[in-house]
């Protein structure tokens, strides 16, 4: 090799290799490198082994040599000339250089679920959700093969209410089952599930992921939220148990924390389709001055929203608890990526209608009903002025994002008011930066 140019290379197997007593040989041809007058060049020899060496030579000496006159070259008078004088040999071992530096690196992988809420509607009551996938998991080995033994995955159960509970849990290798597990809580909140005896293999210098499944019991009205982890809640040098191909420990790098899981019995599903924004006017006056403001900034989103578990209704725009709301309960304003208390609920807008789909009730109930399996796309506009609660102008300079963080929907059977939030300060649900006012 030239640096990282290959100049030529030899696959070693009884056609090209010849043994003279415990030595072996090959002859390397059909190449040519120039070598200006007065100046040296530095070819490596490099060899590609097998992912794994046979375990009879682990930890033994290995010795790859140039013998004397082992390099052929001509010079300008194309004259046959031979080097070295002198055999030179590098030396080593095979366990240490080879299957000792094997590595392996857990993440989350990119197609692992987002924040989103679940509704648990299978089983005789109506409560259940079987194999939910929280997370996936990406294992990358390097230099050789890698294999896990076992496998710790710790959740951590939220929100307060802590009624639905996480019972058995899966990985599966696409759709392979590779393991299954109890699910064994430390506390309230803490729970962990131990994969044993899986021997699963990740080939050297491959990723390859595990998919983290778990059956749900209990969902109740009010939410609760899961979220699986390697090496987040514990460390995950405890989590991961692997080996090289000789058998010895490899101790693994990486975390890998998965998004939060909302969980319901009876609900909305809740999908964003579309989102936008747009400014238009120009930038606020001083008040004091008597100057008036015609900046707007105006959000767009259209919310896909799926009855599940029972009928649900959705307040209108007059309702006492609307879908959406002007507040900060649906709304927010991120200025410079950052939540921005100070511009005024007073100054903005919410215009929406919820398609027919979503059966209208009388006028004085102010809302509709959505059965059990339906679902409508909503369009929903916000806007908001160029000022502050004060009445000052924004801050100049400032770039200006609208995220959606919420609805508000009643359950028929219940009648209480219940809010679906997940999507709070996600990014994924918060609109492209403008420049504003």
């Known amino acids: 090799m030239d640096g990282s140019t290959v100049l030529a290379s030899m696959v070693l197997d009884a056609t090209t290799v010849v043994k003279e007593g415990t030595a072996y040989y090959i002859t390397i041809t059909g190449f040519s490198v120039v070598v200006p007058k007065d100046t040296s060049k530095v070819l490596t020899i490099a060899v590609d082994p097998k992912t794994s060496w046979d375990s009879a030579y682990d930890d033994d000496s290995w010795t790859v040599s140039v013998p004397v006159d082992g390099v052929r070259a001509v010079d300008g008078a194309s004259i046959n000339q031979y080097s070295p004088s002198t055999l030179f040999a590098n030396n080593f071992t095979s366990a240490a250089d080879v299957v000792d530096s094997a590595s392996m690196t857990v993440s989350l992988a990119s197609n692992s679920p987002s924040t989103s809420q679940v509704i648990a509607n299978q089983g005789s009551s109506d409560n259940e959700y079987d194999e939910l996938?929280?997370?996936?998991?990406?294992?990358?080995?390097?230099?050789?093969?890698?294999?896990?033994?076992?496998?710790?995955?710790?959740l951590v159960r939220g929100n307060s209410n802590n009624v639905a509970t996480a019972t058995t849990a899966y990985i599966y290798d696409g759709s392979t089952l590779v393991g299954s597990a109890t699910v064994a809580g430390t506390s309230v909140t803490a729970s962990s599930a131990t994969f044993s005896s899986i021997d699963w293999i990740v080939p050297a210098d491959t990723t390859k992921a595990l998919t983290f499944k778990v059956d749900i019991d209990s969902a109740a009205l009010?939410?609760?939220?899961?979220?699986?982890?390697?090496?987040?809640?514990?460390?995950?040098?405890?989590?991961?148990?692997a080996e090289n191909s000789a058998g010895s420990a490899v101790t693994e790098t990486g975390t890998a924390q998965g998004k939060t899981i909302w969980l319901r019995k009876v609900g909305p599903e809740v999908t964003l389709v579309s989102k936008s924004i747009a400014t238009s006017g120009v930038p606020q006056g001083a008040p004091a001055a008597l100057l008036t403001s015609t900046s707007t900034i105006t959000a767009t989103f259209n919310i896909k929203i799926k009855a599940v578990g029972g009928t649900?209704?959705?307040?209108?725009?007059?309702?006492?608890?609307?879908?959406?709301?002007?507040?900060?309960?649906?709304?927010?304003?991120y200025r410079n990526s950052t939540y921005d208390g100070l511009i005024s609920s007073n100054a903005t807008s919410t215009s929406y209608s919820v398609p027919s789909t979503c059966v209208a009730?009388?006028?004085?109930?102010?809302?509709?009903?959505?059965?059990?399996?339906?679902?409508?796309?909503?369009?929903?506009?916000?806007?908001?002025?160029?000022?502050?609660?004060?009445?000052?102008?924004?801050?100049?300079?400032?770039?200006?994002?609208?995220?959606?963080?919420?609805?508000?929907w009643f359950n028929a059977t219940s009648g209480s008011t219940q809010t679906t939030t997940f999507m709070a300060g996600d990014t994924d649900w918060r609109t492209a930066d403008v420049s504003f006012p």
């Open 312 to 333: 649900l209704t959705l307040g209108n725009v007059a309702s006492a608890t609307p879908l959406f709301a002007s507040s900060t309960a649906t709304f927010k304003v």
């Open 361 to 408: 009730e009388t006028a004085a109930k102010n809302g509709c009903t959505l059965t059990d399996g339906n679902e409508v796309t909503v369009p929903v506009t916000f806007k908001i002025e160029g000022r502050t609660v004060a009445g000052a102008a924004l801050t100049s300079g400032s770039v200006y994002a609208v995220g959606f963080e919420g609805i508000q």
């Open 133 to 154: 996938t929280l997370a996936v998991f990406n294992f990358a080995a390097g230099k050789d093969n890698v294999k896990i033994t076992d496998l710790i995955v710790d």
């Open 222 to 241: 009010l939410a609760d939220t899961y979220a699986a982890d390697i090496g987040i809640t514990t460390t995950d040098g405890t989590r991961v148990v």
